[in-house]
């Protein structure tokens, strides 16, 4: 069964930096590529970033574009974002998504990890 | 950028009936070497991950009941439900996979 873990989420101030990471079972982590898809309370789902199998290659929309950073630890099945410089407008639910092969939808989910900018 | 819209913004339907959802890309989603449209459709219950039910436009997720189906090619393409269930009440959204992902704004279901 294919399992999606989130942590990491919390409370932090403008301009603040939090790390995301999301454990990943049942499936074999380094042959699919996955994303990370962010939710404002009550509002629609937004892609945000995607990154390749590898690694090699990496992917962000232009509203995180500079700010965050997605990677990937194969050895640990374990996908990160790495967010700097949070502003109010990226309070959100994050959630890792599994990329269906070489297309850009997801067929499995994570719960989720809820971010708050707010001082 | 791919800009998907959704109509209507909402909709009830009665226990039984059929329900209907309009979702409309701002450029076409098939690509013409494989005669494919990348388009997909998910389900959101309240406080839950969403769920895939279809992509290809049409091809249904595996385990998803058959009174879902999804139609139509290029820019226009709606998600039914046949005989809408109780557990049917959530937030529907289409998703183009044709460039990088964008979704549309979601449709919620509710029971009439």
């Known amino acids: 069964e294919v399992q999606l873990l989130e942590s990491g989420g919390g409370l932090v101030q403008p301009g603040g930096s939090l790390r995301l990471s999301c454990a990943a079972s049942g499936f074999t982590f380094s042959s699919y590529a996955l994303s990370w898809v962010r939710q404002a309370p009550g509002k629609a789902l937004e892609w945000i970033s995607a990154?390749?199998?590898?690694?090699?290659?990496?992917y962000y929309a232009d509203s995180v574009k500079g700010r965050f950073t997605i990677s990937r630890d194969n050895s640990k099945n374990t996908l990160y974002l790495q967010m700097n410089s949070l502003r109010a407008e990226d309070t959100a639910v994050y959630y890792c998504?599994?990329?269906?092969?070489?297309?850009?939808?997801?067929?499995?989910w994570g719960q989720g990890t809820l971010v708050t900018v707010s001082s | 950028d791919i800009v998907m819209t959704q109509s209507p913004d909402s909709l009830a339907v009665s226990l039984g009936e059929r329900a209907t959802i309009n979702c409309k890309s701002s450029?076409?989603?098939?690509?013409?070497?494989?005669?494919?449209?990348?388009l997909a459709w998910y389900q959101q219950k309240p406080g839950q991950p969403p769920k895939s039910l279809i992509y290809?436009?049409?091809t249904r997720e595996s385990g998803v009941p058959d009174r879902f189906s999804g139609s139509g090619s290029g820019t226009d393409f709606t998600l039914t439900i046949s005989s809408l269930q109780a557990e049917d009440v959530a937030v529907y959204y289409c998703?183009?996979?044709?460039?990088?992902?964008?979704f549309g704004p979601g449709t919620k279901v509710d029971i009439k």
């Open positions: 290809w436009a049409s």
């Open positions: 450029q076409s989603v098939l690509y013409s070497s494989n005669n494919k449209n990348y």
């Open positions: 998703q183009q996979y044709y460039s990088t992902p964008s």
């Open positions: 998504a599994k990329d269906r092969p070489k297309l850009w939808c997801f067929d499995y």
């Open positions: 990154i390749s199998s590898s690694g090699d290659s990496t």
